[in-house]
């Protein structure tokens, strides 16, 4: 009988031009899973084209990070955008970025929102469903990760979609097993060592230690380790060394 597996996504592509947000080589070496930004939050078309070509020759799963048009914001704002709206934003995104990656060899393989965005459609329904009918449209194949039980995958499972459930290495947990925002206390956590004892714990037992210190069930396919907190490297080399430890298989989800 096969043991416990865990993908680990990370959000890269996120430079612009000659500003550079986190170390994507060294992260990549790390994850399976790449959440590429799709340059409306973050991210120009070379730094796309790299950071895919960089994600083929590692072996690691491209995945579409769509997000607000808000580079000024990095997608962290909500915009209040309208359904119709947001899907030709959303295929827009997926289109471009599909493109760079075949140009290297690769191809998109997955979706999963961006910051203000991904928040928003937890419970925002019609931003929600507006995301799910841009996959649709795009590429029906295409699984889509996001928060369990959230909007957004309730409407990727009643198009026919593969809804896959995401937990968070180092954000805070409230105790409804939402995320903490991040501008209130223990939205972050920090520590390499006690990050990569969550991953395993969430690997093996399916809980999470909320902020106000009682254990939540989180459902998670994947696990997404922040490309650009600060120690992002050190972090995800930790959560890597703990599960090879641990015995537990990392793997794509894709």
Same mark, same amino acid.
């Given at each position: 009988?096969?043991?416990?597996?865990?993908?680990?996504?990370?959000?890269?592509?996120?430079?612009?031009?000659?500003?550079?947000?986190?170390d994507d080589a060294a992260v990549l070496a790390e994850v399976?899973?790449?959440?590429? %930004?799709?340059?409306?939050?973050?991210?120009?078309? &070379?730094?796309?084209?790299?950071?895919?070509?960089?994600?083929?020759?590692?072996?690691?799963?491209?995945?579409?990070?769509?997000?607000?048009?808000?580079?000024?914001?990095?997608?962290?704002?909500?915009?209040?955008?309208?359904?119709?709206?947001?899907?030709?934003?959303?295929?827009?995104?997926?289109?471009?970025?599909?493109?760079?990656?075949?140009?290297?060899?690769?191809?998109? %393989?997955?979706?999963?929102?961006?910051?203000?965005?991904?928040?928003?459609?937890?419970?925002?329904?019609?931003?929600?469903?507006?995301?799910?009918?841009?996959?649709?449209?795009?590429?029906?194949?295409?699984?889509?990760?996001?928060?369990?039980?959230?909007a957004l995958l309730g409407h990727a499972e009643a198009a026919?979609?593969?809804?896959?459930?995401?937990?968070?290495?180092?954000?805070?947990?409230?105790?409804?097993?939402?995320?903490?925002?991040?501008?209130?206390?223990?939205?972050?956590?920090?520590?390499?060592?006690?990050?990569?004892?969550?991953?395993?714990?969430?690997?093996?037992?399916?809980?999470?230690? %909320?902020?106000?210190?009682?254990?939540?069930?989180?459902? &998670?396919?994947?696990?997404?380790?922040?490309?650009?907190?600060?120690?992002?490297v050190a972090m995800a080399r930790a959560v890597r060394s703990?599960?090879?430890?641990?015995?537990?298989?990392?793997?794509?989800?894709?």
């Open positions: 009988m096969d043991g416990p597996a865990v993908d680990l996504n990370s959000d890269v592509g996120e430079s612009f031009g000659r500003w550079v947000l986190g399976t899973s790449a959440n590429v %930004a799709c340059g409306f939050h973050a991210g120009d078309p &070379s730094t796309l084209r790299r950071t895919c070509a960089l994600a083929v020759e590692r072996g690691v799963v491209i995945g579409a990070q769509v997000g607000y048009r808000d580079l000024a914001g990095f997608g962290r704002r909500f915009l209040d955008v309208a359904p119709d709206e947001l899907t030709d934003d959303v295929l827009y995104q997926l289109g471009a970025l599909d493109a760079l990656a075949r140009a290297v060899g690769g191809r998109v %393989a997955y979706l999963k929102p961006h910051g203000a965005l991904y928040n928003a459609t937890v419970h925002h329904d019609e931003q929600a469903a507006a995301v799910v009918r841009a996959v649709r449209e795009h590429d029906p194949s295409l699984p889509v990760l996001g928060l369990p039980g959230s026919g979609l593969r809804a896959v459930t995401e937990a968070f290495a180092d954000r805070g947990y409230e105790p409804d097993g939402t995320l903490v925002r991040r501008d209130r206390p223990g939205a972050l956590l920090h520590d390499p060592d006690q990050v990569a004892a969550r991953v395993v714990r969430l690997a093996t037992e399916g809980l999470v230690t %909320a902020v106000d210190g009682t254990d939540i069930a989180v459902r &998670s396919d994947s696990v997404c380790l922040h490309g650009d907190s600060p120690g992002a703990a599960l090879d430890a641990a015995g537990i298989a990392v793997r794509a989800f894709a």
